[in-house]
């Protein structure tokens, strides 16, 4: 194997490539078998405000221990509504599990419901607003007033409203609005 005097120059370059600018203290990292950048651009089509970042590469280097290809897509930063993310090629190691899940707080239900279609299309649908996308990865899709209800000072009511919650899958704020003003 040939080495030219550009080899430790070009090695130089691609660690510097890889270092991820994140502005952010904490920022999520999400480790993918082999969509992230598949899973940045879903995500980056749904949420407002949000895009597509840096991506990095596997070198020669980092390609062999990981088993993935030389020259395909190591990590994607991505921003969903301000929030900084990082998406990691992986491999099969690791998968999602419900322990993490993101929440996207709803101000009204046409909110939830275009969420609700566009982060389930093609994954999973559980209980209380809990879903799986189609990456395996969970969310909430949470209406702001079900916490409002909830923390109500009238036990009674937001007892009501856990019970009609506790029905749903996708979350129907009018039934919530409907038990919390029972009598």
């Known amino acids: 194997m040939r080495s030219g005097p550009d080899s430790r120059s070009m090695r130089s370059a691609n660690k ?11 920022a999520p990292f999400l480790w993918f078998e082999d969509k992230a950048e598949e899973a ?6 749904i949420f407002k405000n949000s895009k597509v970042g840096k991506i990095t590469r596997y070198d020669e280097e980092a390609a062999g221990p990981t088993g993935r290809p030389a020259g395909s897509v190591m990590t994607v930063d991505f921003e969903l509504e301000g929030q900084e993310f990082v998406a990691l090629n992986g491999g099969p190691m ?38 799986k996308d189609k990456f395996g990865l969970s969310w909430q899709i949470v209406p702001t007033v079900l916490t409002e209800m909830l923390a109500d000072k009238d036990t009674a009511k937001a007892k009501r409203v856990m019970r009609a919650m506790l ?3 996708q979350i129907d704020i009018p039934a919530l609005k409907k038990a919390y003003d029972q009598k």
């Open 16 to 26: 510097s490539k890889m270092t991820a600018k994140i502005t952010q203290k904490i």
């Open 40 to 45: 940045a651009k879903f995500y980056t089509s």
């Open 167 to 169: 029905q749903m899958d």
């Open 94 to 131: 690791f998968k999602f599990t419900e322990a993490i899940s993101f929440v996207v707080n709803c101000q009204s239900q046409e909110e939830v419901d275009y969420f609700w279609k566009k982060l389930a299309a093609g994954g999973e649908e559980s209980r209380c607003g809990w879903l």
